[in-house]
């Protein structure tokens, strides 16, 4: 059924409402699944309607999810979700359905399959392509272990184009590996997907039969169903096209259409029969049964819950721009000065703020799909022929790009310049997406530049430093909206390695706190500062320290000799990060103060709001504040 509204009342779902293990599901009759996928996507549409978050994934895997619990006996045999956007229908059917609506929210369920949540979730994810190499690893070991059991990975066809995939593939093969993978390709990732496999897959389409099986579990060739496919790679696909997964060793099955749900369990019922390394690729949609998420895949990919605020006849304040908006300008202003420019993107259009400068520069842009280490590789190549790449990469991403930064960008000191969005705590998307550690894993690496921008205007100068700067640059901003501040259209370079003091108060005063912040945590340092001053007997003075590396040794060393205590407030680790670099700095120059590290603890933080986050970890102007005056109190004056 085609459903045109999110409803606001929990739907009437009889059949669903009996299933709180997947034993029960299985207890229904075949012809009762269909009513079973249909509850489950009203469900699914009520539910993230009420909670927001992924959205378009889970409702183009309803019938799937629900064919592999009913023709698998988990959580015996394993299910390993890849990236696990689409992990919301197996919450649902797994104990967890009345609690759907929590998903992404403080103490409620993550956002993503979590072992500790769930034992039906036999792998945590978040990052895409590592289902199969999970899968494998576990098959191996139930071999070893003479632990009979299916172990089954579902992985998009977006997921398909990172190397691991591949890896993994390969691995099985070696191995003859009791393995079944579920392809569900539905021509998307995030964004649509793109290269030569994308083309691949519209190819075995293309052909015109299927590699299907009987009850007996036999294989045999037939016409694929005539169902519609919207593959927009359809022209570019060849009429013949050999198999690339039989190629290297998978036994070889569809594809199928995903949202026929009593084939998929006969499919799935035959492949329990057979053996080794098999692949079964299934064509869905993503969005399925929601017109407008149909329509719109990339917007619906994750939806914001319904609003109660009461509407009022204030006049509505503006919103600031946000950091990704702030870059995607940028880069077309700085591409219309610069005919070197080439910006790259491991399938992030959208979320990085390129869509603008991919429809005006398209022979400028290149998205490489979910192959990050390919991305940063890629971009060195381009600078070795004297151009001038930008990468645009989410901080939790890059880390999958570590040994390319070092090796291949870093240690040949080439010009490639770095827009790293989403640093810092991310919020409802939990701590597999966190930008949590790349001061501390980008600071080790010589010639590298790093700098945390205080506002949206600073973040413009910024990237404009680091394009302009000879070498390996990388600008790292946080998610969302900026402070409001008045957006520059010039652009300046801003010197390397300069601080800059953006408040004194008391400046006389013989007792003085220095907060030295980084990035996001200026403007709530400031708010801090003014009510220090209020509370307590001392000077206050906040410094915007800009540049992670290099630091301002020379803005340490005059601040030192006036400085009763040193604070460092960062929105990342506290291990490694940037208040231990100014503990270094201090040290080398023999300087022995007082020092406050504030940032984020030794461990990962689960869901919540942003603000509450910020919050629970004293990152917060009152948090700053109220650790400050601990740390006055309890050390500077029995000094």
Request: charged share 20%; proline share 5%; net charge negative.
């Amino acid at each position: 059924m085609l459903y045109t509204e999110i409803p606001t009342q929990r739907p009437v779902t009889p059949l669903l409402d009996a299933i709180d293990h997947p034993k029960q599901l299985r207890q229904l009759d075949l012809n009762q699944l269909e009513q079973v996928a249909d509850e489950l996507r009203q469900y699914i549409l009520y539910a993230a309607g009420k909670s927001g978050g992924h959205f378009g994934a889970n409702l183009g895997v309803i019938e799937l999810t629900v064919a592999l619990h009913y023709c698998f006996n988990t959580p015996n045999d394993r299910l390993i979700w890849d990236v696990g956007h689409q992990a919301y229908p197996h919450k649902v059917l797994t104990g967890r359905r009345e609690r759907l609506t929590t998903i992404r929210a403080k103490d409620g369920l993550a956002a993503f399959p979590a072992r500790e949540e769930s034992e039906f979730d036999h792998f945590g994810v978040g990052h895409s392509s590592t289902a199969i190499s999970a899968g494998l690893g576990m098959a191996l070991a139930r071999r070893y272990q003479k632990n009979p059991g299916e172990v089954v990975a579902i992985v998009g066809d977006g997921a398909m184009t990172a190397g691991m995939a591949f890896e993994a593939m390969n691995d099985a093969v070696a191995h003859h590996a009791d393995l079944l993978v579920v392809l569900n390709d539905n021509d998307m990732s995030i964004s649509q997907s793109t290269g030569g496999f994308a083309k691949h897959l519209a190819a075995i389409w293309e052909k015109g039969q299927s590699i299907h099986i009987d009850v007996a579990g036999q294989a045999f060739v037939a016409p694929h169903p005539e169902w519609d496919y919207n593959s927009r790679l359809h022209q570019a696909a060849t009429q013949e096209a050999d198999n690339l997964f039989k190629a290297i060793g998978f036994d070889y099955f569809g594809p199928f259409d995903g949202h026929d749900v009593e084939q998929l369990t006969q499919v799935f019922h035959a492949l329990k029969q057979r053996k080794g390394p098999r692949l079964v690729h299934i064509y869905t949609k993503k969005g399925k049964g929601f017109a407008a998420a149909e329509a719109d895949p990339i917007g619906y990919h994750a939806i914001a819950k319904k609003s109660t605020a009461v509407q009022t006849n204030s006049p509505v304040k503006k919103p600031a721009p946000k950091y990704s908006d702030i870059f995607g300008q940028w880069l077309c202003d700085e591409a219309a000065q610069d005919s070197r420019l080439l910006a790259i993107t491991p399938a992030m259009c959208e979320g990085s703020g390129m869509v603008k400068f991919a429809q005006t520069y398209p022979e400028r842009y290149f998205d490489v799909a979910i192959a990050e280490q390919h991305a940063i590789t890629l971009a060195a190549g381009m600078a070795c022929e004297g151009l001038k790449p930008v990468v645009a990469i989410y901080s939790t991403f890059l880390q999958r790009g570590y040994d390319q930064l070092i090796h291949d960008v870093a240690l040949q000191n080439l010009d490639v310049t770095f827009g790293i969005d989403r640093a810092g705590l991310v919020g409802e998307d939990g701590p597999t997406h966190a930008g949590a550690y790349d001061y501390a894993y980008m600071r080790t690496i010589p010639n590298l530049v790093i700098m945390a921008p205080k506002d949206e205007n600073e973040c413009r100068q910024m990237l404009h430093t680091a394009y302009q700067y000879n070498g390996p640059a990388a600008v790292r901003y946080p998610r969302g909206a900026g402070v409001g501040v008045e957006v520059e259209s010039d652009m300046t370079v801003l010197e390397i390695g300069r601080a800059e003091i953006v408040e004194q108060i008391h400046p006389q005063h013989d007792e003085q706190i220095s907060i030295l912040a980084f990035g996001s945590r200026v403007s709530p340092a400031l708010q801090a500062a003014k009510q220090l001053v209020q509370k307590l007997d001392v000077g206050v003075r906040v410094v915007n320290m800009r540049f992670v590396k290099p630091l301002d040794e020379q803005m340490l060393a005059d601040l030192a000799d006036q400085t009763s205590l040193f604070v460092t407030v960062e929105e990342h680790a506290v291990m490694a990060g940037a208040g231990s670099a100014v503990n270094e700095a201090l040290a080398k120059m023999n300087l022995m103060k007082p020092m406050l590290n504030l940032g984020l603890a030794d461990n990962f933080l689960p869901q919540a709001d942003h603000a509450q986050m910020l919050q629970d970890c004293g990152l917060d102007a009152k948090g700053i504040e109220t650790r400050i005056i601990q740390a006055w109190t309890k050390n500077i004056q029995h000094v």
